[in-house]
C-alpha cells in the first residue's frame, strides 16, 4: 500500500509532553481523527478529551489522524494507513471542517458516500458539536453520528466495536441506540414526526458531581493555539440566553464543574506544564472562579481565561489574572447599542461594559479584544455605528486609565457576520444579505482605520453564508460538500448551486424544521 509523501511527526512528536502515559499496544485500536490540521485539532479540548477516554477504556489505544500532509493519512503514533482501521471516529466542532473531512475520506480510498462502502471499509463516525447541532448535511458521508458528550456515547460505540465482528452489525447495533443517529436506519427527513425523537446524551449536572467527568488536556504541547497550556473545562452551557447561541440553547442548563476536581487537577498538571488555560463558555460564572484562580497563583502557574461574560469581570478575578502574567481579556458586546443588545438576548447597558472596561485599563491589563456581530434581525446602520462610538469609548477609556501606570495598550474588535443557527430562537432566521453584510463590515473598517491602537479582524461574508447553509441544510448539501472537496473554490460551489443554497440561507424557514428529530440538552 503506498504511503504518504511521509509528514514528518518526529519534531511534533518530541514536544509533546502526555499528561499521563497510555500503553500504545491495546488490543483494540480507534482511528480518531480531527478534519483540520494537528494545531487546531490539539487546541480542542473535546478531541484531547476523546483522546483520553478511548485510552482509558480496557484494552483500547487511540491513533490520531489529521489533515497534515498529502496522500494517504497516516497515524501520527504508529503510521498505519487510516483505511487499515475498523472505524475511523471524526471529532466535529466546525461546519467549515466538514469538506477536509471528505477530502481526507478520498485521501484514505474509503468512499466517499456511505452507500458505496463494503464489509471492508472502516465504519465512519462523527462526534463532536456539529453532530448535535445538525447531522443533516453529512448524512451521505457518514455511517454513524454520536450525539451527546463523549463520556455516554463511546463506551457504545467501542463495546459495539469489540462485540461485532462486521461493519454492518456494528452500524446495526449503535442503531438501535438512544444517543446515535444512523441514518442508513434513520429515516428522519421521509418519515419526519412519526418517528420518535433521538436524544442528545449530554454530560448532566449529577454526572460532573461524580469523580472522572472533568475534561482536561491530555497532551501538552508549543504547537497549538494555547501553546503549552493545560486545558480545564470550568463549566457547560451558559447564564446569558443570546438569541443567536447554540452553546447556551444546546447545552443545556448552566453548570460547573465542582471546585475540588478542578483544583486536583492541577497537580496533574505540574509535571508537564507551569501554564493553565480554563476554558468553557462562562468560565468568569464559576462561583469559585476567585479562590480558584488565587489557588492556582498559589502553586505557581500562569493562568488564563477564555472569553469572559461581561458582569463576571470582577476586581478579584482581574486580580487574580494580573497577578498571574495575564494582560489579555476578550469581552463580547456583540452589538453596539442597548436596544439591539437587548433584543439579542443580552441585555447589558454600554455603561455598564464601559465601567468594566474600566476596571480592566485600571488593573493594567494592556490587550482587550471585543467581540461583535454584524447580519442581526432587526439592525440599522445606527447600531452598525454604535459598534465604532463604543469602540470609541472604551479606547477613550483605554487612554485615561494606561498613561497613568506607564502602560499603552490596544484593542481588537473581532467581527462576525451571524450565522442563523439549529436549536437557537433565531433558527428560522434568514441571514442578511451578502451586499449589507460587506457594506457594514466597510463601514467598520473605515471608521477602525481612524483609530490608533484599534485594530480589527473579520470573517468573510462568503465563508458565512456557506456555514449557514452547512449548518442548515439537509442531506442534498452532500453534492456541495463534495464539489468542494474536489477542489472547486467556496466562491464557485454558492454560485454553481445557488438554487438550492440561496433559499436555505435566506429565506425565513417556517413549519417543522429539519434538525427537530433530536431533543438538545
Ligand atoms: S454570553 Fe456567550 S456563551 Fe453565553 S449565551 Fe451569550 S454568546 Fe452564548
Redesign the pocket.
Known amino acids: 500500500m503506498k504511503r504518504s509523501a511521509a509528514h514528518d511527526w518526529s519534531p511534533i512528536l518530541a514536544a509533546e509532553r502526555p499528561v499521563e502515559r497510555f500503553s500504545p499496544h491495546g488490543r483494540y485500536r480507534l482511528a480518531l481523527a480531527y478534519a483540520n490540521t494537528y494545531h487546531v485539532a490539539m487546541s480542542s479540548l473535546g478531541f484531547q478529551r476523546v483522546y483520553e477516554l478511548v485510552h482509558r477504556t480496557p484494552e483500547w489505544t487511540a491513533e490520531r489522524f489529521f489533515t497534515d500532509g498529502v496522500g494517504m493519512p497516516i497515524s501520527v503514533e504508529t503510521g498505519r494507513a487510516m483505511n487499515d482501521f475498523g472505524c475511523v471516529c471524526f471529532s466535529v466542532s466546525f461546519e467549515e471542517d466538514y469538506v477536509n473531512l471528505v477530502q481526507m475520506l478520498g485521501r484514505a480510498r474509503i468512499p466517499l458516500r456511505r452507500k458505496d462502502r463494503g464489509p471492508w471499509d472502516p465504519v465512519i463516525v462523527m462526534g463532536g458539536s456539529c453532530a448535535s447541532i445538525n447531522p443533516l448535511p453529512m448524512s451521505e458521508f457518514v455511517d454513524v453520528f454520536a450525539i451527546g458528550a463523549a463520556e455516554n456515547v463511546l463506551p457504545d460505540l467501542l463495546a459495539a466495536l469489540e462485540e461485532e465482528a462486521q461493519r454492518e452489525a456494528v452500524i446495526e447495533r449503535l442503531a438501535a441506540l438512544d444517543g446515535f443517529y444512523v441514518p442508513a436506519f434513520h429515516h428522519y427527513e421521509e418519515e419526519g414526526d412519526a418517528l420518535p425523537k433521538l436524544n442528545k446524551r449530554e454530560l448532566t449536572e449529577e454526572q460532573m458531581k461524580q469523580p472522572g467527568h472533568l475534561p482536561t488536556t491530555a497532551i501538552v504541547t508549543p504547537h497549538t493555539e494555547f501553546s503549552e497550556k493545560f486545558l480545564i473545562e470550568m463549566s457547560r452551557g ?1 447564564p ?3 438569541r443567536y ?1 447554540w ?2 440553547f444546546g447545552m443545556g442548563r448552566f453548570r460547573w464543574h465542582p471546585t475540588e476536581y478542578i483544583l486536583a487537577s492541577l497537580e496533574r498538571a505540574r509535571p508537564v506544564t507551569n501554564q493553565l488555560g480554563f476554558v468553557a ?2 468560565v468568569g460564572d464559576h462561583p469559585d472562579i476567585e479562590k480558584i484562580l488565587r489557588e492556582a497563583n498559589g502553586l505557581g502557574f500562569r493562568t488564563s481565561v477564555s472569553s469572559i ?1 461581561i458582569p463576571a469581570v470582577t476586581e478579584g478575578v482581574l486580580e487574580a489574572l494580573h497577578d498571574s502574567g495575564d494582560r489579555s481579556i476578550t469581552l ?1 458586546p456583540e452589538t453596539g447599542t442597548d436596544e439591539l443588545r437587548v433584543k439579542m438576548g ?1 441585555p447589558i447597558p454600554n455603561s455598564f461594559l464601559l465601567e468594566k472596561v474600566r476596571l480592566i485599563f485600571r488593573h493594567g491589563f494592556t490587550s482587550l479584544k471585543l467581540y461583535f456581530i454584524v447580519g442581526l434581525p432587526g439592525e440599522t446602520d445606527e447600531d452598525v455605528q454604535g459598534i465604532l462610538d463604543l469602540v470609541a469609548q472604551a479606547r477613550a477609556v483605554m487612554l485615561e486609565e494606561l498613561p497613568k501606570k506607564g502602560l499603552i495598550g490596544n484593542i481588537h474588535m473581532g467581527v462576525n457576520v451571524l450565522v442563523p443557527k439549529p436549536f437557537t430562537p433565531w433558527q428560522r432566521e434568514p441571514m442578511d444579505d451578502e451586499k449589507s453584510l460587506k457594506e457594514k463590515i466597510a463601514t467598520l473598517r473605515k471608521g477602525v482605520a481612524r483609530m490608533p491602537n484599534v485594530s480589527m479582524g473579520s470573517v468573510s461574508v462568503r465563508q458565512g453564508v456557506w456555514q449557514t447553509y452547512i449548518s442548515k441544510a439537509g442531506s442534498d448539501a452532500a453534492e456541495a460538500i463534495e464539489a468542494a472537496a474536489h477542489g472547486d473554490p467556496i466562491n464557485v460551489v454558492l454560485h454553481r448551486f445557488a438554487p438550492k443554497i440561496q433559499p436555505e440561507v435566506y429565506r425565513r424557514l417556517d413549519g417543522d424544521l429539519r434538525w427537530h428529530f433530536m431533543r438538545q440538552g
Open positions: 451558559c446569558e440566553k443570546c447561541c452553546a447556551s463558555t462562562a461574560r463580547a443580552k
